[in-house]
């Protein structure tokens, strides 16, 4: 009786503990996270300015949705620029990273030069490249000039095309370095000896690329992709300081439109619908990816 | 507790901004009182002078936060919301009926009614702060659009340098005189405009339509008058400008931030220009100043700048308001805006110690009672936002398909009127 009791007060006592070293984790997660969800889902289904006091209109933020050629249109574009984005970024970090995967003289200033640009500011460096590329006092146009390359000024962020090549080459410049990093520890996570097996058996380096790397590197892949989708789909500071959405709206991102409903047209209940669809998409397309990739 | 909550929800799904600072805590009557002010950063020089002014010679002490002038407009309706707003805040004159019609004004008009001179502050930006007949904002700075012409280049081109444009016609004609003459090389060009930048329009566009007499909206602000002639002549005239390549390369891509960039470099020959940056041209640049004139003649300006106003949930109204008349009085106008060649916010002392030695100066200041600032209540979200109606129309009308205008103007309306 006494031993059961026992027993049972300490199982008591442990799961209490337990309790208590999961309620700061578990406080932070409520306040931080689960709270503003809660309350974004509960504004959406509300009219609710930024400046007035709101009024339940469910589910009118939500139909107005399709509606709204400008976020249709941005769906369509952002997809377009995901696409796009995650390809060539994928591409270029695995190469940067296959080249500075080995010890080498001199591979640590190439490792540093290729991270840099990611210790570079978003924002800081979107204006950047606005300096940069602008016609009249950037060094760009001027260089090409001189070089012969160009007869009359390029117009980087003039025509769509452009703004939204110019768009994916600053993502690349800023980040390939970062997702290379990624990559550069899934690649010295392979053991060596099994590349030796496969040199001993006679693979050759396509060989080793395709039936060794690759499919070691899997795992990190997956990181890197679902963080690159992730980020595209939320795509803002570039188009909102690079581009500003021009030119006439042709690299408008889904989240500047869900900051212009709730900044600049102070509706901040079909702001909030917004952000639902979009939270509801990025987590559909995670949990897809997820299965896809594990 | 729910607009605080629903700040904090927002900024964080949506991780675009913060509602932080600000506050009025109420402070005890006898001991010196600390008040917070926000204004933006387009016009932190005139601010920060102003408040170091202050300091200097007050018990009361006037605590500054500039904040970007693009991320202006979200905080302080993000502090609203949460009722974390400073004692005072500036706002872009533009913006203050919104303001004002959602109650984030403190009624001041009678303690404005208490001033010897009030009658002598600046009409548009008065006008601008009334609501149902009652007063709740002070003009804070101002900042007018005026052509600046670069009298080296004029000289240069065979123009007389010291007679700038009249008319709009022969403002076009000088630009294109300067850009055949000089612009061989492509580093001098007639003029300049921004081009992708709904705010640079309606600054530098909409005076030449006041000037000949047009309106770009109607007295309410619920209608767009953007497809008459008087504004689509004036498009017409940019366009010609445009087509034949007198305007910079990047007029087309201009957003805004580097517009007013390109003159003081000396290589633009006459240009819209905001007056505020009169006293920060470089010395030694010969720059002549006129009034904007519509195609035929007239003069305007669109009467920019930012008023400001007591918060409406301050606990420190009596400092606030301390501040806020010392800033219109004689010695703030004169001995601080007028010594550094700012607009004054006092149409009778626009003729003081300062300006005189300047008839640039007394010019800008005499347009203050001329020009003209447009009222709306959705003026934000349709004229400065950059996926909004009126830059699609200014586009069209200017390098696109002009017949658009029509149909484009009612969205104006519609925007005006949501």
Not at chain 2, 33 to 55: C, P
């Amino acid at each position: 009786m006494t031993g059961s009791f026992r027993h049972s007060s300490l199982r008591h006592s442990r799961k209490t503990q337990g309790w208590l070293y999961a309620a700061p984790t578990a406080v932070i997660v409520g306040v931080l996270f689960v709270a503003p969800l809660v309350l974004v889902v509960w504004m959406s289904l509300n009219r609710w300015p930024l400046l007035g006091p709101a009024t339940l209109n469910a589910p009118d933020n939500y139909t107005k949705i399709a509606g709204n050629p400008l976020f249709v249109d941005s769906v369509l574009f952002t997809l377009k620029y995901t696409a796009i984005t995650t390809v060539l970024l994928s591409a270029l970090a695995l190469g940067l990273a296959l080249l500075v995967q080995e010890r080498r003289p001199g591979v640590g200033f190439f490792r540093t030069a290729f991270f840099l640009p990611g210790a570079v500011g978003f924002a800081a460096a979107a204006l950047l490249f606005y300096g940069m590329l602008n016609a009249d006092f950037g060094p760009i146009d001027p260089i090409l000039r001189t070089l012969g390359l160009i007869d009359e000024p390029v117009k980087w962020i003039g025509t769509p095309n452009m703004a939204l090549f110019s768009t994916i080459t600053l993502v690349l410049w800023r980040f390939a370095g970062f997702n290379m990093l990624i990559l550069l520890t899934g690649l010295q996570a392979i053991p060596v000896e099994v590349y030796e097996a496969a040199r001993s058996d006679g693979a050759g380096r396509w060989q080793i690329f395709t039936r060794i790397t690759l499919p070691l590197l899997r795992p990190t892949l997956a990181l890197m992709l679902i963080l690159s989708v992730t980020g595209s789909l939320l795509a803002f500071d570039q188009f909102f300081i690079f581009t500003n959405g021009g030119p006439d709206n042709s690299t408008v991102s889904m989240v500047m439109v869900i900051y212009r409903d709730a900044f600049f047209r102070f509706d901040l209940g079909g702001a909030a619908a917004l952000s639902v669809v979009l939270l509801a998409g990025l987590v559909g397309l995670n949990t897809l990816m997820m299965r896809r990739l594990r | 507790m729910r607009p605080r909550l629903a700040g904090m929800a927002i900024v964080t799904l949506l991780a675009l901004t913060t509602a932080c600072g600000g506050g009025g805590a109420e402070q005890p009557a006898d001991g010196p009182v600390t008040i917070t002010m926000w204004t933006r950063a387009a016009t932190q020089a005139q601010s920060e002078r102003l408040v170091k002014a202050y300091n200097s010679g007050h018990r009361n002490q006037v605590k500054l936060t500039v904040i970007p002038t693009d991320n202006y407009q979200p905080r302080v309706a993000a502090a609203a919301g949460a009722k974390q707003l400073p004692d005072l805040f500036a706002s872009d004159v533009i913006f203050v009926p919104n303001y004002t019609s959602q109650g984030l004004f403190l009624d001041l008009t009678d303690r404005i009614a208490a001033l010897p001179y009030r009658d002598k502050l600046a009409p548009s930006h008065m006008k601008l702060g009334t609501m149902d007949g009652r007063q709740y904002t002070l003009p804070h700075t101002l900042d007018l659009s005026v052509w600046f012409w670069n009298k080296d280049l004029y000289a240069k081109a065979g123009l007389d340098p010291e007679q700038g444009p009249k008319t709009l016609k022969e403002f076009a004609e000088h630009a294109t005189t300067i850009d055949e003459k000089l612009g061989e090389g492509g580093k001098v060009h007639g003029t300049f405009f921004g081009g992708n930048c709904g705010g640079c329009y309606v600054f530098t566009f909409w005076p030449s339509v006041w000037a000949a007499g047009g309106q770009v909206m109607n007295p309410e602000g619920t209608t767009s008058l953007n497809d008459q002639a008087a504004m689509t002549e004036v498009f017409a005239i940019w366009r010609g400008l445009y087509d034949k390549g007198v305007t910079g390369p990047t007029a087309k891509e201009e957003q805004g931030p580097t517009w007013a960039g390109f003159f003081p470099q000396g290589e633009i020959g006459v240009m819209p220009m905001p007056s505020t940056t009169l006293g920060v041209m470089p010395a030694d640049m010969k720059i002549g100043v006129a009034p904007i004139s519509g195609p035929d003649g007239g003069e305007s300006t669109f009467v920019g700048g930012d008023s400001i106003g007591v918060s409406a949930t301050t606990r420190n109204a009596d400092a606030a308001w301390d501040f806020l008349s010392w800033t219109v009085s004689d010695e703030a106008q004169v001995e601080v805006m007028a010594k550094n060649k700012d607009v004054l916010a006092r149409t009778d002392l626009a003729g003081n110690k300062y300006s005189a030695e300047d008839p640039r100066v007394v010019l800008i200041n005499s347009l203050v009672a001329k020009g003209e600032t447009p009222y709306a209540l959705r003026f934000g979200q349709t004229f400065n936002d950059p996926q909004g109606p009126w830059l699609r129309l200014a586009r069209e009308a200017v390098f696109g398909d002009a017949a658009k205008v029509p149909q484009l103007n009612a969205e104006v309306t519609k925007s005006l009127t949501q």
